[in-house]
T-cell receptor
Framework: GAVVSQHPSWVICKSGTSVKIECRSL??????MFWYRQFPKQSLMLMAT?????????EQGVEKDKFLINHASLTLSTLTVTSAHPEDSSFYIC???????????????FGPGTRLLVL | GENVEQHPSTLSVQEGDSAVIKCTYS??????FPWYKQELGKRPQLIID?????GEKKDQRIAVTLNKTAKHFSLHITETQPEDSAVYFC????????????FGTGTQLKVEL
């Protein structure tokens, strides 16, 4: 089946530092990836849509200068949390979209998530 | 934009009983409705999905029904087992998985022995 990986699985950093999270589609090419944030006991909130070779589309209220997204290849998207603060601590999950005709049903498959703790 | 409401927020059932989770959506253009199961600290796993051209879909103990007129869809789990305990999310989007998903608020299902 479709596999999406994320790295790192968890990270602890000091306030003010930047953290990069990678999202990879391992066995298919993903022209579109999505980044979500999930706070404890809450739902997934879409942060941005990442399209290969173009600028990401951010949801309302998400600071594009703080959450930098790069989708440089068909298998890799990165999310960089710049100048992280304690309120950025959360579970960050990416997903990759598989279009029809690629062997799997047309849907989104999620990575395992990255737990970020900013001290 | 799309707004998805989900009920109940928590659901406790006895093993072997059925569980039903309901969602409503606001955007009449939404035509793809997946359901995800998320265990604590893990990724959401797609368990079943339905498109607007179908009213019902079943996969073993899991079924989903869709009422386009009323703009609501439901997840039905029969013969529940302890391993069904998790948080379940419904979602809605336009034109399939390539468009952004709007998630419901989640239902914590607990199957008791």
């Amino acid at each position: 089946g479709a596999v999406v990986s994320q790295h790192p699985s968890w990270v602890i950093c000091k306030s003010g530092t930047s953290v990069k999270i990678e999202c990879r589609s391992l066995d298919f090419q993903a022209t579109t990836m999505f980044w979500y944030r999930q706070f404890p006991k809450q739902s997934l909130m879409l942060m941005a849509t990442s399209n290969e070779g173009s600028k990401a589309t951010y949801e309302q209220g998400v600071e594009k200068d703080k959450f930098l997204i790069n989708h440089a290849s068909l298998t890799l998207s990165t999310l960089t949390v710049t100048s992280a603060h304690p309120e950025d601590s959360s579970f960050y999950i990416c997903s990759a979209y598989i279009p029809t005709g690629v062997g799997e049903r047309e849907t989104q498959y999620f990575g395992p998530g990255t737990r970020l703790l900013v001290l | 934009g799309e707004n998805v409401e989900q009920h109940p927020s928590t659901l406790s059932v006895q093993e072997g009983d059925s569980a039903v989770i309901k969602c409503t959506y606001s955007d009449s253009a939404s035509n793809y409705f997946p359901w995800y199961k998320q265990e604590l600290g893990k990724r959401p796993q797609l368990i079943i999905d339905i498109r607007s051209n179908v009213g019902e879909k079943k996969d073993q103990r899991i079924a989903v029904t869709l009422n386009k007129t009323a703009k609501h869809f439901s997840l039905h789990i029969t013969e529940t087992q302890p391993e069904d305990s998790a948080v379940y999310f419904c979602a809605a989007s336009r034109t399939g998985g390539g468009n952004k998903l709007t998630f419901g608020t989640g239902t914590q299902l607990k199957v008791e022995l």
